[in-house]
């Protein structure tokens, strides 16, 4: 399973008459929320028709499930999706059919509705019912760590959701410097966020050093400016992206952290040819996600700041 999943919920998981009382939509929508808001996404089936639901006040809309469509909108967790089906859909039975038809486009993690879709659809393992989770095997499935190749095809496959909705991404490296043939696939992960609007804001961290012990050198300004300029400088601009390089005294660990999700990189952003090079990613907390974004914050002084620049420029 991705660090970050995307699923497809039918209107009726938010709906109060969907469930035998108040406290069990409650216990319900709370088990889904605290997952969703720290691993998924939602997919916004239709090109947003699925959002605009909701605005329907003849449907006794359960207080939890507004509490989750909200936060799904200010968290940025809603994946645009464009329409598969020829008709709109008009019941929670054809958003499920929607929701299966996009999945054959783009899979999904899953697919969540409530008990009278899931006996319908009671045939396709992608489905369950929100009461029934615990036995979905998608859901089972749910890890906070994936083991993956070090390779840019595996990069690519774990970070796809991150690198297109994201709104901020940090690279976190101390040692990436795109001029080396072990990080010549790195511009690969930035220019997968061409064509986005707004642009993300990208932010690359790096220290203002080579080599470690007696054989640590401090690499002059200029040289280390021009290692990113000679790499990133066209494909970016061609791209319509930029990216703020952030050079740093220290610091050893390796992240990605975004407003989406963070994640623990052992080996950082390189990449290697030697076979059964696997190395081992972990979803971050949001407490240790979030101290993580301010220990990098030039404000924070947790580290100090050498120096700063952007590319292009």
Not at 64 to 84: A, H, M, S, W
Not at 230 to 259: C, M
Request: glycine share 4%; charged share 25%; proline share 6%.
């Amino acid at each position: 399973m991705a660090l970050l999943a995307e699923y497809a919920l039918t209107p009726d998981v938010f709906d109060a008459e969907s469930y035998s009382s108040g406290e069990v939509g409650d216990i319900h929508l709370q088990h889904l929320k605290e997952a969703i808001l720290h691993e998924a996404l939602v997919r916004n089936l239709r090109h947003g028709r699925w959002l605009h639901v909701f605005s329907d006040n003849d449907r006794a809309w359960h207080q939890r499930g507004r509490e989750l469509l909200r936060k799904l909108v200010t968290q940025n967790r809603l994946n645009c999706f464009q329409p598969v089906l020829t008709d709109e859909p008009t019941t929670d039975d054809g958003w499920c059919s929607e929701a299966i038809a996009s999945h054959e486009v783009v899979p999904l993690a899953g697919v969540v509705v409530t008990s009278d879709p899931a006996n319908k659809f009671n045939n396709v393992d992608l489905v369950s019912a929100i009461g029934n989770l615990r036995n979905a095997n998608w859901w089972r499935q749910r890890s906070p760590s994936v083991r993956l190749s070090r390779n840019l095809a595996d990069y690519q496959e774990h970070l796809r959701l991150v690198l297109r909705c994201a709104n901020s991404i940090m690279f976190i490296d101390p040692h990436l410097d795109p001029t080396q043939p072990r990080y010549s696939h790195f511009v690969n992960l930035l220019l997968a966020m061409e064509g986005r609007s707004p642009r993300p804001l990208i932010e690359i961290h790096r220290v203002c050093y080579v080599g470690s012990g007696p054989k640590r050198q401090i690499i002059p300004q200029a040289e280390l400016e021009q290692w990113f300029k000679q790499k990133l400088t066209d494909p970016l601009r061609d791209a319509g992206l930029e990216a703020h390089i952030f050079v740093w005294d220290d610091f050893h660990d390796r992240y990605l952290i975004s407003n989406l999700v963070g994640v623990s990189i052992p080996y950082g952003f390189d990449t290697t040819r030697q076979p059964g090079s696997i190395t081992t990613w972990t979803r971050l907390g949001r407490a240790d996600r979030d101290d993580i974004q301010r220990e990098f914050d030039p404000a924070s002084n947790r580290h100090t700041l050498r120096y700063s620049f952007i590319v292009p420029q």
